[in-house]
């Protein structure tokens, strides 16, 4: 879009997709995209999720796309 001209430097490109707003700027040769966020609510544990993982949660977290799942420290994982 800024190649073609149809944005100038400096413009924002700005995309309505299904899960919301998503941005593009132009940062010298790269395009910084700024994804729309989903935030998680707290959520049980689907079957086999933290067997599969091999770890132990201390917090599980959905939203419409994925799990979160946070671990005591870096080291578990």
Known sequence: LWETGALQVGEQARFHTKSGLLTAEKQ??????????????????????????????TYIGKNQFDYLVEVDSEDVV
């Open 28 to 57: 010298g040769d790269w395009i910084e995209l700024n994804f729309p966020a989903t935030p998680e609510q707290i959520a049980t544990e689907p079957d086999h999720l933290l067997e599969a993982l091999g770890v132990p949660a």
